[in-house]
T-cell receptor, first 113, second 113 residues
Framework: AQSVTQPDIHITVSEGASLELRCNYS??????LFWYVQSPGQGLQLLLK??????LVQGIKGFEAEFKRSQSSFNLRKPSVHWSDAAEYFC???????????FGKGTHLIIQP | NAGVTQTPKFRVLKTGQSMTLLCAQD?????MYWYRQDPGMGLRLIHY???????AKGEVPDGYNVSRLKKQNFLLGLESAAPSQTSVYFC????????????FGNGTRLTVT
């Protein structure tokens, strides 16, 4: 079955430190890959997406993600986090079909001062 | 440009009561989705629609019905609410089937007592 796994339920990072959120997918062929962010009380907002081509993709708010086919991974990174980055982050994949995206269970990011 | 608007924002129901959640989008999107979000479960697809007059079941459709009589509106109904339906409900829409991107409403928090 197609699935998206985010191994970390919670991540705590100090403000100014670097961040990496992990995402693995299980699909027969490489899906389209996405990262979304959800601030408290809000809907989800697209950070970045990967369809093909350059395996390092840039997104909004200073985030980037790297696609690694050999590891079936699409990890999200940021060189220096800000307190405003505290949120829930969702990795998602589209593998074809009309039912849209499959979401991971999310990673809750906590920023320490 | 309002994007995706969900009403109501909050609702408390007693077991067995019925209600309808309204989702409206003003982007002329064909694809619309209803998700529920529960702690530790990520987003799970309830029902979706690929165009006016069409609906289809997602991952967790039991206990819910939907209608898409107009392209801009996607209604989610609970005929006989159960405590297990306590959740945050999100509507989303997209121009393309690959959900690039998916636009979310701000959610409806439903409590069933």
């Amino acid at each position: 079955a197609q699935s998206v796994t985010q191994p970390d339920i919670h991540i705590t990072v100090s403000e100014g430190a670097s961040l990496e959120l992990r995402c693995n997918y299980s699909y027969g062929a490489t899906p389209y890959l996405f990262w979304y962010v959800q601030s408290p009380g809000q809907g989800l907002q697209l950070l970045l997406k990967y369809f093909s081509g350059d395996t390092l993709v840039q997104g909004i708010k200073g985030f980037e993600a790297e696609f690694k086919r050999s590891q079936s991974s699409f990890n999200l990174r940021k060189p220096s986090v800000h307190w405003s980055d505290a949120a829930e982050y969702f990795c998602a994949a589209y593998g074809g079909g009309a039912d849209g995206l499959t979401f991971g269970k999310g990673t809750h990011l906590i920023i320490q001062p | 440009n309002a994007g995706v608007t969900q009403t109501p924002k909050f609702r408390v129901l007693k077991t067995g009561q019925s209600m309808t959640l309204l989702c409206a989008q003003d982007m002329n999107h064909e694809y619309m989705y209803w998700y529920r979000q529960d702690p530790g479960m990520g987003l799970r697809l309830i029902h979706y629609s690929v165009g006016e007059g069409t609906t289809a079941k997602g991952e967790v459709p039991d206990g819910y019905n939907v209608s898409r009589l107009k392209k801009q509106n996607f209604l989610l109904g609970l005929e006989s609410a159960a405590p297990s339906q306590t959740s945050v409900y999100f509507c989303a829409s997209s121009y393309s089937v690959d959900n690039s991107p998916l636009h979310f409403g701000n959610g409806t928090r439903l409590t069933v007592t």
